[in-house]
């Protein structure tokens, strides 16, 4: 028994608390019919905490000098984590309840049962400003219960505390059917009033070492979430847009005002790094371009995805094909544009957990291979593959570094072969392509080649610096000679957005002279920093 929530406390429950999502979490998207009935919330906050135990497990031992304490320091990882990765209306308002609740009790010395219940209420309370237009019977009714409920308590006693917080909220969950006519038609409670009662019964248990999961209330009419028409209110708008934002609190206050004027379901939730900060941002809408224009307006904002409604019932939750699909992770128009013709699913760089999820489950596919081209993202693919696995999708991830070695992975795929001969056929295609990068250095360093100077052109091979020069056609030449001595049959080149007019049409001219039986293939990447790429087969 814990009288006090310290750090390492904070620490198992955000990860019993993480693994009691996931095990609640087709329970949970099932629930969910308010505001859309789009069957994902238990995936949204998997996903939110999922970038919570990831932001405590990497920062967990860097508590500042000075400032918050041992478990305060630990809670506000928790909570910045959850803002960033944050999925869903539901991922968003428990970010901002997490950073709340941080907030209260950074500096106190111990959190005990009063000071629990006051950050309760301080998560409460940024909760509900978070919402423009709260609405009750949601996870704003709940948490509200949850904290009126500690406070009343008025005692030192953390574990009783926390028990009768988690006690009340389930009761408020199973009132919410009375307050919403959307769940009452159901049969159901929230799902993201749910998905907090499941993360009070986990603290429950770190404090208590006792299990005390309860049961999911329902009503006796209950039938599919999917059946059920969206709440009155949100039917009209057809997309729902989300972005990080970095941006002044007072350029947010204005973009708060014209994203409620453009839909509903509206949600902007900030790090506490006021006046200027990173900010989550959450709206269902029907302009997708005017949204992510009051962003730009606003400040700068990045991660952002669009999902349209119109498309989530098909497939049926829970139901995938017994086919086979690839996603494939592309930086570039040009790149994506490749990967789609060779009919693969195209992911935008650098995406969340989440939006490798969702792309793997809107293939309908049983079986889905997924190319991340960048060794950053191939952590990101392999948790998504994970996640996958909850919905009966079996994903394999080859681990690609580079869009060339993606282009020899997708050529050899064979529907006739068993899928995991496909996926090692694909994987030894991917191997036996050796990618090269060229671009300008943006600082002095010393590399492999030797020191480099601001401008210079580096020729990276495998990731490595080989050779550096002051031209760059010049040096794309020199790095295709160097890899093609070590042998090959096939040169792929990709044109960056910045390349200049006539770099391809040299290295191919190069290739043509020095290398007449090898084979080249040109195309316009598009990608970024990069002005070529090359793939040698």
């Known amino acids: ?154 005692s030192a006693d953390l574990p009783a505390v926390a028990r009768l917080a988690a006690r009340a909220a389930a009761e408020a969950l199973a009132r919410t059917p009375e307050q919403l006519p959307a769940l ?25 070492g006792e299990s005390v999961d309860q049961p999911t209330p329902t009503t006796r009419s209950a039938r599919p979430a999917a059946t059920v028409a969206r709440e009155t209110g949100s039917d009209e708008y057809a997309y729902e847009v989300q972005f990080l934002l970095d941006a002044h609190a007072e350029a947010v206050a204005g973009m708060r005002r014209a994203l409620d004027a453009l839909g509903d379901s509206l949600v902007v939730v900030g790090d506490g790094r006021e006046p200027e900060g990173t900010w989550n941002v959450h709206v269902h809408v029907n302009d997708v371009g005017a949204a992510v224009e009051a962003g730009v307006v606003a400040g700068r904002p990045y991660r952002i995805s669009v999902t349209r409604f119109a498309d989530q019932p ?28 060779e009919g693969a699913t195209v992911v935008a760089g650098n995406p969340s957990t989440g939006e490798l999820l969702d792309a793997v489950r809107g293939t309908g596919a049983a079986r889905v291979v997924v190319l ?85 052109v580096l020729a990276l091979v495998e990731g490595e610096v080989h050779l550096i020069g002051t031209d760059l056609t010049d040096t794309c030449a020199a790095v295709v000679d160097r890899m093609l001595g070590g042998g090959g049959e096939m040169v792929t080149l990709l044109s960056g957005v910045d390349a200049p007019a006539g770099l391809i049409d040299a290295v191919r001219a190069h290739v043509a002279r020095r290398w007449p039986f090898v084979e080249v293939h040109a195309y316009p990447g598009g990608q970024p920093f990069y002005p070529l790429l090359v793939g040698i087969e």
């Open 1 to 154: 028994m814990l009288d006090t929530l310290d750090a390492a406390a904070v620490r198992r429950w955000c990860a019993g608390g993480l693994a009691a999502l996931k095990r609640h979490q087709g329970e949970i998207d099932q629930l969910n019919v308010y505001p859309v009935p789009d069957g994902d919330t238990g995936t949204n906050l998997v996903l939110t905490l999922t970038s919570a135990q990831q932001a405590l497990a990497m920062d967990l031992d860097t508590l500042p000098d000075s400032g918050p304490t041992a478990h305060g320091h630990a809670l506000r990882l928790m909570a910045q984590g959850a803002l960033l990765g944050a999925r869903g209306n539901s991922g968003v308002i428990l970010s901002q309840i997490l950073r709340g609740f941080a907030d209260q009790v950074a500096v106190a010395p111990t959190v005990r049962g009063r000071e629990f219940a006051a950050a309760l209420r301080s998560g409460t309370t940024a909760a509900y400003t978070a919402v423009a237009r709260p609405v009750e019977g949601t996870l704003l009714t709940v948490v509200a219960a949850a904290a009126a409920a500690a406070e009343r308590a008025d």
């Open 372 to 456: 991340p081209n960048d060794p950053n993202t191939e952590a990101v693919a392999s948790a998504a593959a994970r996640a996958a696995r909850q919905h009966g999708i079996r994903v394999s991830v080859v681990p690609t570094r580079s869009p060339v070695q993606a282009l020899a992975a997708l050529a050899v795929r064979d529907a006739d072969r068993r899928f995991e001969d496909d996926v090692i056929a694909m994987a030894e295609a991917a191997g036996a392509c050796r990618y090269a990068e060229v671009c300008h250095a943006s600082r002095e360093a010393l590399t492999m080649a030797g020191p480099c100077r601001p401008g210079d």
């Open 314 to 341: 098909e497939p049926p939750r829970g139901q995938v094909s017994d086919g086979r699909a690839a996603v494939v992770v592309a930086t570039g128009g040009g790149i994506a544009e490749l990967f789609a013709a």
């Open 184 to 208: 009452a038609r159901a049969g159901v409670v929230d799902a993201g009033g749910r998905g907090l009662c499941v993360l009070l019964d986990a603290l429950v248990e770190v404090l208590t």
